[in-house]
């Protein structure tokens, strides 16, 4: 399927239903995941297709949803949460970077360690793996 959307786009009802699900899912598995990880561990959330971040309107898009839940969450997690953005049109790897810089503030009592990647996920999985950046082995937990 051909993507013929610009950089940012009208948010659709499903993906509004979707991210409803997304922050529900995340409020409650980012502390019980992030309580199995012991330090010098890290948490690694890793978005596959990341997308610029916000929609034509403004509305949040999953990074947003995934950071927010996170930042505004009760409890203060053990270990801190790393997070993987990937998108493959790099003008909207660009506007999502743009995004989450003003965010800062937001975000700075969880102090999120971000990495950006532009591709397809299926082509970065094994580095997502194996790489020194990114590793599962012994200091990363991917949700």
């Known amino acids: 399927m051909s993507d013929t959307l610009g950089t940012i ?28 990880v012991k330090k010098p561990q890290r948490v690694l ?19 947003v949803v995934a ?10 997690f053990p270990v801190p949460i790393d997070f993987l953005f990937i998108e ?6 660009a ?4 995004v989450l810089d003003g965010m800062k503030a937001e975000l700075a009592w969880i102090q999120p360690a971000f990495l950006y990647k532009v591709g397809i996920i299926k082509k970065h999985c094994s580095s997502i793996c194996c790489n020194e950046q990114v590793t599962i082995s012994q200091n990363k937990i991917i949700i």
């Open 9 to 36: 786009w009208p948010c659709l009802p499903h993906t509004q239903a979707k991210h409803r699900i997304l922050e529900r899912y995340l409020k409650a598995w980012m502390p019980i995941v992030a309580s199995f």
């Open 45 to 63: 959330f890793v978005d596959g297709f990341a997308g610029p971040g916000q929609y034509e309107r403004g509305e949040p898009g999953s990074p």
């Open 67 to 76: 950071l927010r839940a996170a930042a505004q969450h009760s409890r203060t």
């Open 88 to 93: 493959k049109d790099p003008e909207r790897l």
């Open 95 to 98: 506007h999502l970077i743009r």
